[in-house]
Antibody
Framework: QVQLVQSGAEVRKPGASVTVSCKASGYTFNSYYLYWVRQAPGQALEWMGRINPSDGSTRYAQKLQGRVTMTSDTSTSTVYMELSRLTSEDTAVYIC???????????WGQGTTVTVSS | QSVLTQPPSASGTPGQRVTLSCFGSSSNIAGNTVNWYQQLPGTAPKVLIYNNDRRPSGVPDRFSGSRSGTAASLVISDLQSEDEGDYLCSAWDDSLSGPVFGGGTKLTVL
């Protein structure tokens, strides 16, 4: 079935970087953008950026410009999201999501908890 | 603090009709379509309404959506116990050039 499976939970110290992966299956990987959103404790979902897996083009939220990098590997149908210079405010659940033909997010990853703590 | 504002909670009794609201601004709801998601405990969000008022196949017609100005509404008619969960609104934001979300409304069926 169509699904997005993410990598496991991560713990990092402030100033470090983290990479979260999102492996797609059950559909043509190159045919859909993939978005990354995050949800900090008690906060709403926040858009981080998106990647076009077919050509690797990206668009990032201005707030995260310079700290976030999204890449794709078509050979494994996997996208990666790297966030650098972590602070405690980056503690959140990170989620990849795919918009369907109606532009709503119809497929979601299970979420990856990233904890930033000294 | 979310870009779209939703009341944190709502409740109703079985068979009742409930309306969930989502408030935004000229850069998002007023000029772009609204999507609604239902998130049941322990599951990923599921699309209930897209393009303001369209239902994906399989979503009961008890669920309906509308948009007016900078606000959107989700109406659930004939409330059922299995409707208990979180309801999330989303829209594209022209200022941020990306999607924005509400904080979600937790619906309790009494």
């Amino acid at each position: 079935q169509v699904q997005l499976v993410q990598s496991g939970a991560e713990v990092r110290k402030p100033g470090a970087s983290v990479t979260v992966s999102c492996k797609a299956s059950g559909y043509t990987f190159n045919s859909y953008y993939l978005y990354w959103v995050r949800q900090a404790p008690g906060q709403a979902l926040e858009w981080m950026g998106r990647i076009n897996p077919s050509d690797g083009s990206t668009r990032y939220a201005q707030k995260l410009q310079g700290r976030v990098t999204m890449t794709s590997d078509t050979s494994t149908s996997t996208v990666y999201m790297e966030l650098s210079r972590l602070t405690s405010e980056d503690t959140a659940v990170y989620i990849c999501a795919r918009p369907g033909s109606n532009d709503a997010f119809d497929i979601w990853g299970q979420g990856t908890t990233v904890t930033v703590s000294s | 603090q979310s870009v779209l504002t939703q009341p944190p909670s709502a409740s109703g009794t079985p068979g009742q009709r409930v309306t969930l609201s989502c408030f935004g601004s000229s850069s998002n709801i007023a000029g772009n379509t609204v999507n609604w998601y239902q998130q049941l405990p322990g599951t990923a969000p599921k699309v209930l309404i897209y393009n303001n008022d369209r239902r994906p196949s399989g979503v009961p017609d008890r669920f309906s959506g509308s948009r007016s100005g900078t606000a959107a509404s989700l109406v659930i008619s004939d409330l059922q116990s299995e409707d208990e969960g979180d309801y999330l609104c989303s829209a594209w934001d022209d200022s941020l050039s990306g999607p924005v979300f509400g904080g979600g409304t937790k619906l309790t069926v009494l």
